[in-house]
């Protein structure tokens, strides 16, 4: 790849994309859910690299932006950390960031059938979930146990916002994404796919997650709420079942992130 463009100036326009993120990635003007993906790290922007996504800039320290063996067309600038971090708004100790554009969301019944319409497959349904940095723990951990798509609701915080794609190590760009707008009617085009919706909460009636055989339900959707309130009362009555993770006597529940990697790990 062509040496980085050095950068001196913080106000270049060549990387507004990463100007004053401390403030947030949306551009004044942006509409929710707008705005180019955030990436941090030399292991995120790698797997960026291996993505579908569109790599807009890379910016970072002098040596981490060209250890990354860019392709030849991404443009690539470096800067020392004080001009790095003028430009950002905050210091980036990972060394280097990189901007991609957006990818659509996902047509709901190609995700819901995926690659093979007899296989088994496994989805994690997000309702109201608010918080940038459990979306981003929850989709790493979606990745890793064996989940095969996002369905987010419409409050759901964005989960290319840069937190969340920090906190997920990059591993949110591999997950395929869409949006029920209708909430929490969609979850019957869910079901009508032939999935089993498990709602997932601590209410003493709900049945022992683990009684629940991956094999017997070989299509099946977890469902997670916000930290504190948990699913609403109206997604729980949608779905097809409500199960608890089993808990020491005194411990009412896990977080959501902790709890999401249980019941990926349980229905696997």
């Not at 030399?42 to 932006?65: D, M, T």
């Not at 047509?107 to 981003?136: F, Q, S």
């Amino acid at each position: 790849m062509p040496a980085p463009v050095v950068i001196t100036d913080p106000a270049d326009p060549r990387v507004a994309d990463f100007r004053d993120l401390k403030a947030g990635d949306r551009p004044e003007g942006t509409p929710r859910w707008g705005g180019p993906v955030i990436v941090e790290g030399v292991s995120a922007v790698e797997r960026l690299l291996a993505s579908p996504y569109r790599i807009r800039a890379v910016f970072g320290v002098p040596g981490r932006v060209a250890a990354l063996d860019l392709p030849d067309d991404v443009p690539a600038y470096e800067a020392d950390k004080w001009v790095l971090s003028e430009v950002i708004g905050f210091r980036l100790t990972r060394g280097v960031i990189a901007s991609a554009d957006r990818r659509p969301p996902a047509d709901l019944d190609e995700l819901l059938t995926g690659p093979d319409p007899a296989a088994p497959r496994r989805l994690a349904v997000l309702e109201g979930l608010n918080d940038a940095e459990n979306l981003g723990s929850i989709a790493r951990s979606a990745l890793a146990l064996g989940i095969d798509g996002l369905l987010l609701d419409p409050r759901c915080a964005d989960p290319f916002y840069r937190r969340s794609v920090r906190v997920s190590m990059g591993h949110v760009l591999a997950l395929p994404f869409t949006v029920l707008s209708d909430w929490p009617a969609d979850l019957g085009r869910v079901h009508d796919a032939g999935y089993t919706t498990v709602a997932l909460t601590p209410a003493p009636d709900a049945i022992d997650l683990a009684d629940l055989d991956p094999a017997a339900h070989p299509r099946t959707a977890v469902l997670l709420g916000a930290e504190g309130p948990g699913l609403t009362p109206e997604a729980q009555e949608a779905a097809t079942v409500r199960a608890r993770i089993p808990m020491r006597a005194g411990v009412d529940s896990l977080g959501v992130a902790a709890a999401a990697a249980v019941a990926f790990a349980t229905l696997r």
